[in-house]
């Protein structure tokens, strides 16, 4: 097994510069040490977020045990550091316990997805403002959920990215039915449903290989 040729080396700790900004808008400059822990896999490399990008699934059924209201805050977290464009952040997290309301947002789910949302303890309904950023709301949406449902599963939870969409011949869209049961204003476009818990069971996924996915140079042209 390669796993127990694993060699594991932590680089030096590195300077960071962050900005950040206080109450009153003043800029503040922070330097941050920072260790990067990689590991050696043969040739591969990887470390805990290399990992979790490989070892996240979508998790469609979940156990009805609550969970920890910190693990929600860091899952929160993680949507709040998302990239976005001019770093508008046009997200609002709207955080489901309500079971009746998680029954009601099961119900609009497109997909065959309906009991996964009415068992997670929590469904986290991410939806976007579009005249803050009128240009990339949806790639800002979909960085926050993805980093949400890394988030959850680097502590030990599930999530199903669920997404919005009208089947064709609806009278009233999922996103209507999604934005009026949770009172969103119309301004606001709902970008993903994540329902997150404790998984019952995980599927295997693969992936198509990356030398059917990466050119170099040219489209077309093989790496
Ligand atoms: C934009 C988007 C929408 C999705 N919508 C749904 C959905 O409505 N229902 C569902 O069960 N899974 C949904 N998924 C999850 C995908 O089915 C899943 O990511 C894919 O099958 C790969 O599986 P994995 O995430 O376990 O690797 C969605 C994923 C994305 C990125």
Redesign the pocket.
Known sequence: MLRSKATFSIEKPRKYCAREYSPTGAIVVKFIWMHINTKLLGETMTNPVLEATKN???V?RFETTSIEERKVQAILEAGRWAPSWLNKQPWKFTVVTNPSIKESLSKF?????KLGVQEAPVCIVVSVDPNEDPFHFIEDG?AATQNMALAAHALGLGS????VFNLEGERESTEEKIRNTLEIPKTHRVI?LLPIGIPKYI?E?NRKELSQLVYQNKFGKPK
Do not use: D, L
């Not at 199903?160 to 997404?163: A, K, Q, R």
């Open positions: 996240r699934r979508s469609t789910a497109p997909t065959v997805y979909a199903c990215w669920i997404g993903s599927k996924k």
